[in-house]
Structures are given as structure tokens and as C-alpha cells.
């Protein structure tokens, strides 16, 4: 059973930074792309960014472009999710995902396989 912990969500200010990170449990964390999604009350989980396993190859959310980075540290099992110019609209719960053995990339929950627990980030006006 594969566990990743998500941590750094936090209360910001409109055009604050913040940096999540997610830590996977397992020894073949460079084998397997990875995924950030986030999900605001009564709405529906929406991707924000992926990265290939490798970490050469990123895809990000039209919205998030420009401000967002997702990068990773495969030897300390690491996905992060740099987070600029934040929006009241970027409020959110923000998961972390695994992407199955045979996904590229992470764009959506079908490739999903493993699920964070969630870190909150609020951003105030």
C-alpha cells in the first residue's frame, strides 16, 4: 500500500506564495508520474498539474499556467507544487496523486491510482 502525505497548505493573502509538497511511501517512486488536483467546496476535483516520472515533462491546467510549478525530487520520494500570485479562486483542498503504472502523465482521476489525504489552502482577499 502506497501513502502520500501532503503538507504546506496553509491561510495566505491574495498574491501570496506557497509551496506544497507530498511525500510517497515505496521504493520505485521515479517509475510512476504524478499529480496535483485540487477540489473547492461543491465543486467537482479538477486537475491542476502533472510530471512524468523523470521529471522532464510537465503539464499544467490552462488556468494555473504561469503562476503554478510542479517539479519532484525522486530521491527523497518528493512532488511539489509551487504556487505564485495566488487567487481568493485558488482556494481549495489540494491532493496529491499517483499515476497508474502504464500513465505518461496524471491528467485526470482515471490514471489515478493512489490518493493524499489533502492539504487546505486558503487564500483571503
Known amino acids: 500500500q502506497v501513502q502520500l502525505v501532503e503538507s504546506g497548505g496553509r491561510l495566505v493573502q491574495a498574491g501570496d506564495s506557497l509551496r506544497l509538497s507530498c511525500v510517497a511511501s515505496g521504493r520505485t517512486f521515479s517509475n510512476y508520474a504524478m499529480g496535483w488536483f485540487r477540489q473547492a467546496p461543491e465543486k467537482e476535483r479538477e486537475f491542476v498539474a502533472t510530471i512524468s516520472g523523470g521529471g522532464r515533462t510537465t503539464v499544467y491546467a490552462d488556468s494555473m499556467k504561469g503562476r503554478f510549478a510542479i517539479t519532484r525530487d525522486n530521491a527523497k520520494n518528493t512532488v511539489y507544487l509551487q504556487m505564485n500570485s495566488l487567487k481568493p479562486e485558488d482556494t481549495a483542498a489540494y491532493y496529491c496523486?499517483?499515476?497508474?503504472?502504464?500513465?505518461?502523465?496524471?491528467?485526470?482521476?482515471?490514471?489515478?491510482?493512489?490518493w493524499g489525504q489533502g492539504t487546505q489552502v486558503t487564500v483571503s482577499s
Open positions: 496523486a499517483r499515476g497508474q503504472v502504464t500513465s505518461r502523465m496524471v491528467m485526470g482521476p482515471a490514471y489515478v491510482d493512489y
